[in-house]
């Protein structure tokens, strides 16, 4: 993106071409922001046991790990394809791709066409519900790999393949064969899980949809054009006014989700673990598409709650969306840092260069709790070094 220095108005990757580099911005040279994208990937992928979170299986298939949890998601899967398609390997695309498609895949039952969120290694199925951020990012990484690489055969055909998942998605149930559609087709806002009516903040990637309102099919094009406003209204009321904050899980209404049920595993209304890619996806579609201030202005809050506001002892915890400090520590510190270090992407001021310049020398997390940490920390550094890129 770059700013129109005429009109002083902010221009979208999408329209220009061009991406923002923080980190040379904030005085890093190309050569050391390359080299250390280059060791981030091969760390995730082809590190030591205590480090990687991808696996190849057999000839011709791999997964992403969820260390923490130690099965695999559609999440981490689709995260694993987004990062392959970004740093151009099409090989562990595929891999990644393939296994999705043999284990997650449901071809019966209610959730016929969408993926089962949680396997095991070994491919068994945990659950037969889908969670739709997976859905959206399976649908995403697709269409790049189609454009970037061009389509094969059977489910290599990238394109078909993003464009049938996102039919079903929005019109699942339609046709009388039971199950739901991911997003409430009145609000045209996704929804936590396809049973309930009520959503993640996280989920809400406004410029994901404005490229599915270009290339899905003709008829659904429409909705997801309808989506991309609705969820960027969406987030003015889920984002605290003064803070910046998101909860984890919030009603269509933009409040937090405040019953505290067993099922979720207890509290869902604070800014806490899934809440961190909030701010993320709200800089990276100003990044991209600049369709509105407030996100610039929402980006401002968040890093200043962080800097600012917050005593220097207090800035791993778990909050409040009004920023009140609560008792207990994050789960995933430096997945929350990545994703507030990348609101930078939306900003152009001095606290913004210095986050940046920290999260570069920042290293990644290690042990157990390393899968959701490091997939934040690498789109964070892909999206700070203009490397989170539309193929289209």
Not at 58 to 83: A, Q
Not at 91 to 113: P, Q, S, V
Request: net charge negative; aromatic share 18%; hydrophobic share 35%.
């Amino acid at each position: 993106m770059k700013k129109n220095m005429e009109n002083s108005r902010w221009e979208g990757s999408f329209y220009t071409g061009v991406y923002r580099n923080l980190f040379e911005e904030a005085g890093i040279s190309e050569e050391d922001i390359e080299q250390r994208k280059q060791e981030i990937f091969h760390t995730l992928f082809y590190g030591e046991e205590e480090e990687r979170i991808y696996h190849p299986a057999g000839e011709d298939m791999g997964y992403i790990e969820d260390t923490g949890n130690h099965d695999v998601r559609t999440e981490g899967m689709s995260y694993g394809m987004m990062m392959c398609v970004q740093m151009d390997r099409k090989e562990e695309f595929d891999r990644l791709w393939k296994w999705a498609r043999t284990y997650m895949y449901m071809e019966e039952g209610e959730n016929k066409g969408y993926f089962a969120w949680s396997c095991r290694t070994n491919g068994e199925k945990n659950a037969f519900g889908p969670a739709p951020d997976g859905e959206e990012f399976f649908a995403m990484s697709l269409f790049f790999a189609s454009h970037r690489w061009g389509d094969g055969e059977g489910i290599f055909d990238y394109a078909k393949e993003a464009k049938e998942l996102l039919h079903t998605c929005i019109h699942k149930g339609e046709a009388g064969e039971g199950g739901r559609s991911m997003w409430d087709k009145t609000n045209k806002l996704i929804r936590f899980i396809c049973e309930v009516d009520f959503s993640d903040p996280s989920y809400h990637l406004p410029h994901f949809y404005e490229l599915f309102a270009r290339w899905a099919y003709p008829k659904d094009r429409e909705f997801f054009r309808e989506a991309a406003n609705a969820s960027r209204e969406y987030l003015k009321k889920a984002c605290h006014p003064v803070t910046g904050l998101s909860a984890e899980y919030a009603e269509f209404d933009g409040k937090p989700y405040l019953p505290v049920e067993e099922r979720w595993g207890g509290r869902h209304d604070w800014y806490y673990s899934d809440a961190y890619r909030t701010i993320a996806n709200i800089a990276l579609d100003f990044s991209w598409f600049a369709a509105d201030a407030w996100e610039q202005e929402t980006a401002a809050k968040v890093q200043k709650f962080f800097c600012e506001t917050l005593p220097v002892g207090q800035r791993e915890g778990i909050y409040a969306i009004d920023g009140t400090v609560l008792p207990g520590k994050a789960l995933h510190p430096l997945g929350m840092f990545a994703a507030n270090a990348q609101a930078g992407l939306a900003l152009w001021d001095k606290r913004a260069f210095g986050l940046a310049a920290e999260f570069f020398k920042t290293p990644l997390r290690q042990g157990d709790r390393r899968y959701y940490d490091n997939c934040l920390y690498f789109f964070a550094f892909l999206a700070l070094s203009g490397n989170y890129r539309i193929y289209g």
